[in-house]
């Protein structure tokens, strides 16, 4: 039988990534995100596993679009067995004055309610399947621990993310939906290029930070896809070795 994924924010860094890690191991993924020539790109780049990659163009921070992309999901393939929620972003160095509500709300719309808005149909479908069941990856982040100067939204997002991702492991539990987080620092993708030339620290000063290969990610990501839905990973940090973040702020 197929295993049927869905990946957010797979045109790109990360969702590209972790994507491309599962179509190699045969998995039918469905990829999504904005833009849809972004998530053709990833579809190419999966070379002779291609044709197990579908691309549907989706805005998380949409209900709407939400909905009708799970159910044609459920539509092609009758079933779903994972959920990487993974699309998010951020405003850059601002501080809570400088923050519209606009851009509060953005953020929190992608990062917070578009990851609530797959995990709830995620939920429906794999309650209603047989056999029941499946699992839910979030992406959280670093910042769901320790904040970086200037990333009020984005880190109060990922906090919550936290808060999601406990939860629906607990409720999970009776319908054999493993849901856990993976915490990620410093991962080597266009978001992060400008940390070469350094970011703002937390005492003042703006330096270099170092930065992992995505493939890093996407290995630990696989081992975590791999378990069995008896066993579970609620939360692993993956980080570039040396970034600060143990003792940051």
């Known amino acids: 039988m197929d295993r049927i994924a869905i990946v957010t924010g797979a ?10 890690a599962l179509l190699a191991e045969g998995w039918q ?9 972004a998530l053709q790109g990833t579809k190419t780049a999966a070379g002779p596993a291609a ?6 163009p989706c805005d998380v921070a949409d209900a709407t679009q939400v909905a009708a992309a799970f159910d044609a999901v459920a539509a092609r393939h009758g079933r779903l067995d994972l959920l990487f929620n993974n699309a998010g972003g951020g405003l850059g160095g601002k501080t809570a004055d400088l923050v519209t509500p606009e851009e509060w709300r953005r953020v929190v719309d992608v990062n917070l309610n578009g990851a609530f808005y797959c995990l709830s149909h995620a939920f429906r479908l794999m309650k209603a399947q047989q056999p029941m069941g499946g699992r839910i990856i979030n992406n959280g982040s670093i910042s ?19 808060g999601l991702t406990k ?3 607990l409720d999970g ?15 080597a993708s266009e978001l992060t290029a400008r940390m070469a030339e350094g970011v703002p620290q937390a005492d003042g000063s703006v330096r270099p930070e ?3 290969d995505l493939q890093a990610v996407a290995d630990t990501f696989m081992a975590m896809v791999r378990l069995p839905l008896s066993a579970n990973v609620l939360f692993t940090t ?3 070795t040396k970034m600060p973040y143990v003792g940051r702020g």
């Open 11 to 20: 045109g790109s860094g990360i969702g590209r990534a972790c994507a491309l």
């Open 29 to 37: 993924v469905t990829l999504l995100g904005r833009r849809a020539d």
């Open 51 to 56: 044709a197990q990659a579908h691309v549907q």
């Open 144 to 162: 769901a621990h320790a904040p970086r100067p200037g990333s009020i939204a984005y880190t109060a997002t990922k906090h919550a993310v936290t």
């Open 167 to 169: 939860t629906a492991a």
């Open 173 to 187: 539990r009776p319908f054999d939906i493993a849901v856990g987080q993976i915490d990620i620092g410093n991962a």
């Open 210 to 212: 170092p930065r992992m």
């Open 238 to 240: 993956v980080m570039a």
